[in-house]
Every structure is written in C-alpha cells, then in structure tokens.
C-alpha cells in the first residue's frame, strides 16, 4: 500500500510540475496551426453527392384528354444500399477529432492521478485547523469539475457524429430537400468551432491547475503543518 502510495505521490508531482505546464504549450502550439485557424469555414465542408431523382409526373386524363398533373409525388423510398457504396463522414473533421480525443482522455487520466494524490494526504478528521484541509478539497472539487468537463467533451464529439448520421440518412431518403443539406453544412461548421473551443478549455485547464496546486502546494502537502500563519 506505502508503495502504491508513493508510486501515486511521484507521479501526481511530476504530473503538475512538469507535465501539465509542458502540455499547455503543447495545446497552445496545436491552437496555433492551419487546421485550427480556418478564415472561411467554407474549406472544411463536404459533399454528399446523392442523386435527386427525377420527379414523378402524374398523367390524369379529362374527357380524353391527358392533362400533366402540377402535382409532384414526393415520397421516402426504402434505402438499402447507396449506387456510390458509403457516404463518407466528413474527412477533415474526423481527422480533426482523431487528434482531439486523445487530447481529451489524457487530461482525464492526468485529473485522475492528481485528485486520488491530493485524497490521499487529506488527514483524518479532527476539530479545528482545518483551514488546509478545506484547501485540499477545493483541490478535489476542481480536479472533479475538470474531469467532468473533459468527459462532457466526448460526449458532445459522439453527438456530433449520430446527429450527422441521421442527417445524412433524411438526405438519402429526401434529396430533393436542400435544407437537409444545408443542415449537415451547418452542423459540420458547429462542430469545427466546438473543437477549437475544446482545445482552448484544455489548455485552459491545464493552466488553471497550474496554477492553482502550485500556489497552494504548501498547504496540500501539510494540510495541518505547525505553521500557521495563513490563519491570520
């Protein structure tokens, strides 16, 4: 158990010394770069090349007369497969997303092994000093707010795709209605702006434990330590 403790307590401070700020500049970096600086959102868009059929004209005939129907009949055949094989996610976001999500999960794990750390030197519950203690759990509560976020993330990436998803199957069905596709234009702009702002959070983050352990280091370390001159 002290071994697995101490394994936790290396880790977590090297973790918040040297990883964490090495990682901001990492997602300042990757902030950045082209992909994430598009100016015309238009360059990230993707076609979904399906056929409008033709229109089905009805024939009525009027005392023997043919007479072309100003109806148009507009219906949802069944879709059992697509002439062009699968219709293709949108490349540039998906790559996009690839790189993000890895992103997302190491900022969890990292919050993990802070969070059990700082648990793990919270003492045991005694009347009065506990002025350290409180900053130990604040410590916590922001470790887990993070960490809630940062799963908030994935959440809203897999959202994304099933809304995109069930766009993209109304298209197949209903080609002829162009704002089905002007939707899916539109959620594909929506989820490059949501990405960029992810990767700001997370640096963002990052910078806020920072900041935050390393000016309380002291007091969580040695939540009851003799000197107390922060009481004052």
């Given amino acids: 158990k ?15 010394a040297d990883f964490f700020p090495k990682k901001l500049l990492e997602l300042d970096s990757f902030l950045k770069e082209p992909i994430l600086n598009v100016a015309d959102l238009k360059e990230i868009h993707s076609e979904i090349n399906i056929k409008v059929p033709d229109p089905i004209i009805l024939n009525n005939s009027h005392d ?29 976001l998906v790559d996009l997303i690839e790189r993000v999500k890895p992103e ?39 470790l887990r707010t993070v960490e809630g976020e940062a799963a908030s993330y994935l959440d809203q990436i897999s959202r994304y795709y099933i809304t995109r998803a069930k766009l993209v199957s109304k298209i197949t069905k209903y080609p002829h209605v162009e704002d089905y ?52």
């Fill in 181 to 232: 596709q002007r939707t899916v234009t539109e959620i594909d702009e929506k989820e490059y702006i949501s990405l960029k702002i992810i990767v700001s959070e997370l640096r963002n983050q990052y910078v806020t434990l920072h900041d935050m352990i390393l000016k309380n280091i002291e007091k969580i370390k040695r939540p009851r330590s003799s000197n107390n001159e922060a009481l004052y």
């Fill in 64 to 92: 023997g007369v043919d007479v072309v129907s100003s109806w148009i009949l507009i219906y949802g055949p069944k879709v059992f497969g697509m002439p062009g094989g699968m219709i293709k996610s949108n490349g540039q």
């Fill in 104 to 142: 997302i999960r190491t900022l969890i794990e990292k919050c993990n092994t802070v969070k059990m750390w700082v648990q793990l030197l919270i003492p045991r519950i005694e009347d009065g000093n506990n002025f350290g203690v409180s900053i130990q759990e604040e410590t916590v509560a922001e």
């Fill in 2 to 16: 002290m071994c697995s403790k101490r394994r936790i307590t290396g880790e977590a401070e090297n973790l918040v």
